[in-house]
């Protein structure tokens, strides 16, 4: 099929990017487990190598089988192309590195992922790139973190550990008025409930390994482009519009225009950095994907079930769920986010630490893991695990007491869950 904007987001889910195997008519994506790809003649290899022809050379730079997700993405979430990698921290680096250099820095919002926190405060510090963090709901603050060294500005559109939902639209205006790109993750959202291109996101980021895949099977990423930056405004990103020595001189963006980024991530991010996915990977996600929109309503649905009925419960304190009435951010979701505001939220109990521990332990449906976005559902006590790398501050900042527990809600059924949770409650709380 042809792929146009005239097809809905389910039909879309199943045959974007994907059509019938032109050597055997499989009709089902195949795993092309291959690594090399045999060349015509030597004019052709020589073409592929100068950029002159678009092919397969080497799979640590594309593969058929990667190839048909990554089109899939970039349909999806309304961009112009998409590179897969190996994670969703991978990607991170991978939208980033372009854009970045020794003594550049990205102004990130407060509520992310506590791994991205991680990422972005210590390590990134080894490439002599900084994050400062700001609260994306104070847009003068935001201004005020930019200066001439910001290359980029990132937050996530559903926040990871939830209760916080972004105004895309509002970041993204103060990113476009100071020319600089907005990263999007939009892990915990999915191009089903939110696409953050069409609200003027640049760059749109994923962990495959979660929603996208749905069942926990395995990690991967994928950085989306809008296409409508133009890198060239400014002398900010040499990367995209200066000659690359690496390909004689070539300007990737005078030379692929809206194309140049997903270009660059694969001539110069995949071979060089090589955070690859694997074929095996991107078939597994792309069955995930098929049912996407069927998963993501039930999600939503499961969550405002599960969240009201914690919300009323006198041993819980407060539950954080953009989906409910009682959220600071309830009108903000209405408009923002239509469809829902996902499977992810926190539940802070009244007896604090050792209750949390208590409770995570005396679940049965639910498993205690450090994923989410999986069928099944799964809690983790993020202050002892996920979150502990961070300060008390930025524990905090994230939604992640020592009180607080985050839950990823599955697509079992909601009264069973509901059931499991009352009686893990009964053990943690007395
Ligand atoms: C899991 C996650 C990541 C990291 O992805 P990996 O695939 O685990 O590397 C980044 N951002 C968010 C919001 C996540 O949930």
Redesign the pocket.
């Known amino acids: 099929m042809s792929d146009g904007p005239t097809y809905g987001f389910d039909t879309l889910q199943i045959h974007a990017g994907a059509r019938p195997d032109p050597a055997t008519g499989a009709r089902q994506t195949p795993i092309y487990q291959s690594t090399a790809y045999v060349f015509r003649d030597a004019d052709h290899a020589a073409a592929l190598f100068n950029l002159q022809e678009v092919g397969y050379i080497y799979s640590r730079l594309t593969n058929p089988t990667v190839a048909v997700l990554q089109e899939r993405l970039a349909t999806l979430e309304g961009g112009v192309g998409a590179v897969c990698c190996s994670?969703?921290?991978?990607a991170?680096i991978m939208a980033l590195f372009p854009l970045m250099g020794p003594g550049k820095n990205v102004v990130a919002s407060t509520r992310?992922?506590g791994?991205?926190v991680t990422q972005f405060s210590q390590t990134i510090k080894r490439f002599g790139w900084s994050a400062k963090f700001v609260d994306f709901d104070d847009l003068d603050a935001l201004r005020d973190a930019i200066d001439d060294d910001t290359r980029a500005v990132f937050c996530?559109s559903v926040a990871?550990p939830g209760g916080y939902v972004t105004d895309v639209r509002a970041v993204a205006d103060v990113a476009d008025a100071a020319g600089l790109p907005l990263i999007v993750?939009n892990?915990?959202a999915t191009p089903y409930l939110c696409q953050p291109i069409s609200q003027g996101a640049t760059l749109v980021v994923h962990?495959?390994?979660?929603y996208l895949t749905g069942n926990g099977t395995v990690?991967?990423?994928c950085i989306v482009d809008s296409g409508k930056f133009d890198w060239s405004a400014s002398d900010k990103f040499p990367s995209l519009s200066a000659p690359e020595p690496a390909y004689h001189g070539l300007k990737f963006h005078e030379t692929f225009g809206n194309l140049a980024f997903t270009f660059h991530g694969i001539a110069i991010g995949l071979r060089d950095l090589g955070m690859t996915m694997n074929p095996q990977a991107a078939h597994y996600t792309l069955m995930g994907i098929e049912t996407l929109s069927l998963r993501m309503q039930r999600h939503v649905e499961n969550a405002v079930k599960v969240a009201t009925w914690l919300e009323d419960d006198p041993r819980v304190d407060y539950v954080t769920y953009a989906g409910l009435p009682s959220s600071p951010y309830s009108d903000r979701a209405k408009r923002c986010y239509p469809k829902g505001t996902g499977g992810l939220f926190t539940v802070a109990l009244k007896g604090g630490y050792d209750a949390c521990v208590k409770f995570v332990d005396s679940l049965e449906i639910f498993s205690h893991v450090a994923n989410?976005?999986d069928t099944r559902s799964l809690v983790i006590h993020s202050a002892s695990t996920t979150h502990r790398q961070l300060t008390p501050e930025q524990q905090q900042a994230a939604g992640a007491g020592p009180n607080v527990v985050r839950i990823s809600i599955g697509i079992e059924d909601a009264d069973d869950l509901i059931r499991d949770l009352d009686q893990a409650l009964a053990k943690a709380c007395g």
Do not use: I, R
């Open positions: 994670s969703g921290h991978a991170q992310l992922y791994g991205t996530e990871n993750d892990t915990s962990s495959t390994t979660k990690t991967g990423g989410l976005g």
